[in-house]
Protein backbone atom coordinates (compact mmCIF):
# COMPACT_ATOMS: atom_id res chain seq x y z
CA UNK A 1 0.00 0.00 0.00
CA UNK A 2 2.80 2.69 1.08
CA UNK A 3 4.38 1.70 -2.36
CA UNK A 4 1.33 2.12 -4.57
CA UNK A 5 0.74 5.81 -2.45
CA UNK A 6 4.46 6.96 -3.56
CA UNK A 7 3.63 5.79 -7.07
CA UNK A 8 0.65 7.92 -6.83
CA UNK A 9 2.23 10.89 -5.25
CA UNK A 10 5.19 10.89 -8.14
CA UNK A 11 2.52 10.61 -10.38
CA UNK A 12 0.92 13.79 -8.76
CA UNK A 13 4.15 15.86 -8.57
CA UNK A 14 4.72 15.17 -12.32
CA UNK A 15 1.62 16.26 -13.53
CA UNK A 16 1.21 19.63 -10.95
CA UNK A 17 4.85 19.75 -12.57
CA UNK A 18 3.60 19.64 -16.23
CA UNK A 19 0.38 22.24 -15.23
CA UNK A 20 2.87 24.62 -13.94
CA UNK A 21 5.01 24.40 -17.16
CA UNK A 22 2.21 24.98 -19.36
CA UNK A 23 0.83 27.80 -17.34
CA UNK A 24 3.95 29.04 -17.80
CA UNK A 25 4.34 29.00 -21.43
CA UNK A 26 0.89 30.04 -22.12
CA UNK A 27 1.51 33.23 -19.70
CA UNK A 28 4.90 33.87 -21.55
CA UNK A 29 3.08 33.73 -24.76
CA UNK A 30 0.99 36.45 -23.69
CA UNK A 31 2.97 39.02 -21.46
CA UNK A 32 3.43 41.19 -23.71
CA UNK A 33 -1.02 41.27 -24.69
CA UNK A 34 -3.31 43.18 -22.98
CA UNK A 35 -7.01 41.94 -21.64
CA UNK A 36 -8.12 42.27 -25.42
CA UNK A 37 -5.44 40.70 -26.62
CA UNK A 38 -3.80 43.52 -28.30
CA UNK A 39 0.15 44.18 -28.46
CA UNK A 40 1.12 45.95 -25.17
CA UNK A 41 3.76 48.83 -26.12
CA UNK A 42 6.19 50.39 -23.17
CA UNK A 43 6.64 54.30 -22.87
CA UNK A 44 10.34 54.50 -21.09
CA UNK A 45 10.44 58.07 -20.07
CA UNK A 46 8.00 60.11 -18.22
CA UNK A 47 8.66 63.33 -20.25
CA UNK A 48 8.99 61.93 -24.06
CA UNK A 49 6.39 61.92 -26.95
CA UNK A 50 4.40 59.09 -27.49
CA UNK A 51 2.19 57.48 -30.04
CA UNK A 52 1.47 53.73 -30.94
CA UNK A 53 1.63 53.76 -35.61
CA UNK A 54 -1.53 53.13 -37.53
CA UNK A 55 -1.73 49.55 -37.73
CA UNK A 56 0.13 48.92 -34.41
CA UNK A 57 3.45 47.63 -36.06
CA UNK A 58 5.33 50.08 -34.08
CA UNK A 59 5.45 52.26 -30.94
CA UNK A 60 7.66 55.23 -31.35
CA UNK A 61 8.73 57.14 -28.79
CA UNK A 62 10.51 60.82 -28.78
CA UNK A 63 13.24 62.36 -26.39
CA UNK A 64 13.36 65.36 -26.43
CA UNK A 65 16.13 67.51 -24.82
CA UNK A 66 15.04 66.98 -21.51
CA UNK A 67 15.53 66.31 -17.90
CA UNK A 68 15.39 62.85 -18.06
CA UNK A 69 18.41 62.82 -21.02
CA UNK A 70 20.23 65.15 -22.56
CA UNK A 71 20.58 65.23 -26.64
CA UNK A 72 21.31 68.38 -27.73
CA UNK A 73 20.23 70.91 -30.13
CA UNK A 74 17.55 70.79 -32.11
CA UNK A 75 18.28 66.69 -32.44
CA UNK A 76 15.71 64.17 -31.05
CA UNK A 77 16.13 60.43 -30.17
CA UNK A 78 13.72 57.77 -31.69
CA UNK A 79 13.29 55.15 -29.54
CA UNK A 80 11.04 52.59 -31.76
CA UNK A 81 9.64 48.95 -30.53
CA UNK A 82 7.85 46.82 -32.42
CA UNK A 83 4.14 44.70 -31.70
CA UNK A 84 6.11 42.43 -29.35
CA UNK A 85 7.76 46.14 -27.88
CA UNK A 86 10.96 44.62 -29.18
CA UNK A 87 14.24 46.97 -29.91
CA UNK A 88 13.61 48.21 -33.69
CA UNK A 89 17.53 48.17 -34.81
CA UNK A 90 18.18 48.49 -38.73
CA UNK A 91 15.07 50.57 -39.85
CA UNK A 92 15.03 52.57 -42.46
CA UNK A 93 13.09 56.08 -40.66
CA UNK A 94 11.16 58.22 -42.88
CA UNK A 95 10.51 61.90 -41.29
CA UNK A 96 8.99 64.65 -42.61
CA UNK A 97 7.88 68.39 -40.33
CA UNK A 98 5.73 70.68 -42.02
CA UNK A 99 4.14 73.53 -41.02
CA UNK A 100 0.39 72.75 -41.51
CA UNK A 101 -1.21 76.05 -43.07
CA UNK A 102 1.37 76.46 -45.41
CA UNK A 103 2.36 72.86 -46.06
CA UNK A 104 5.92 74.35 -46.11
CA UNK A 105 8.74 71.50 -45.59
CA UNK A 106 10.35 72.84 -41.89
CA UNK A 107 13.74 70.51 -42.06
CA UNK A 108 16.15 71.59 -43.95
CA UNK A 109 19.05 68.82 -43.84
CA UNK A 110 18.08 65.94 -41.79
CA UNK A 111 20.70 63.24 -40.43
CA UNK A 112 19.09 59.73 -39.05
CA UNK A 113 21.87 57.77 -36.77
CA UNK A 114 20.79 54.55 -36.24
CA UNK A 115 22.22 54.01 -32.62
CA UNK A 116 21.36 50.10 -32.01
CA UNK A 117 18.90 48.76 -29.30
CA UNK A 118 16.15 50.68 -31.61
CA UNK A 119 17.90 54.07 -30.74
CA UNK A 120 17.83 56.43 -33.40
CA UNK A 121 18.86 60.33 -33.22
CA UNK A 122 17.37 62.78 -35.80
CA UNK A 123 19.57 65.91 -36.09
CA UNK A 124 18.89 69.14 -37.66
CA UNK A 125 15.16 69.26 -36.48
CA UNK A 126 13.79 72.16 -34.62
CA UNK A 127 10.53 71.16 -33.05
CA UNK A 128 10.20 75.01 -31.08
CA UNK A 129 9.30 76.52 -34.48
CA UNK A 130 6.03 78.77 -34.17
CA UNK A 131 2.38 77.45 -35.36
CA UNK A 132 0.26 74.16 -36.20
CA UNK A 133 3.32 71.69 -37.37
CA UNK A 134 3.10 67.71 -37.99
CA UNK A 135 6.08 65.83 -37.94
CA UNK A 136 5.32 62.21 -39.27
CA UNK A 137 7.71 59.03 -38.17
CA UNK A 138 7.37 55.60 -40.87
CA UNK A 139 9.54 52.85 -39.40
CA UNK A 140 10.18 50.57 -42.28
CA UNK A 141 11.70 47.58 -41.39
CA UNK A 142 11.70 44.44 -44.28
CA UNK A 143 8.38 44.77 -45.24
CA UNK A 144 6.78 45.75 -42.61
CA UNK A 145 5.82 49.91 -42.89
CA UNK A 146 3.92 52.00 -40.51
CA UNK A 147 3.97 55.40 -38.89
CA UNK A 148 2.89 57.45 -36.61
CA UNK A 149 2.05 61.87 -36.83
CA UNK A 150 2.59 64.55 -33.69
CA UNK A 151 0.72 67.62 -34.05
CA UNK A 152 2.90 70.44 -32.65
CA UNK A 153 2.04 72.01 -30.32
CA UNK A 154 -0.48 69.58 -29.02
CA UNK A 155 1.57 66.94 -28.83
CA UNK A 156 3.79 68.86 -26.01
CA UNK A 157 0.72 69.19 -23.88
CA UNK A 158 -0.76 65.59 -24.22
CA UNK A 159 2.08 63.47 -22.80
CA UNK A 160 1.20 60.35 -21.70
CA UNK A 161 2.81 58.97 -18.55
CA UNK A 162 5.60 55.84 -18.84
CA UNK A 163 3.81 52.70 -18.55
CA UNK A 164 2.33 50.25 -21.26
CA UNK A 165 -0.09 51.08 -23.96
CA UNK A 166 -2.21 49.06 -26.71
CA UNK A 167 -2.82 50.42 -30.03
Given at each position: ??R????A?C??IV??L ?11 SHE ?7 SL???HF???L????G ?8 L????EYKI??N???I?V???Q???VA ?5 I ?10 L?D ?5 DK?N?L???S????G??GR ?6 V???NV ?9 D????R ?6 S?
Open positions: MTMNGIGGMVALFSLLVRVQAENHGPTGKFTKQDTFDITHGAYSVEILDDKGKVIGVHDADSDGAELISYKHLATNENTALHVTGGYIVGLDLRERELSVTKKGEDGAKFIFPALKELPKGRYP
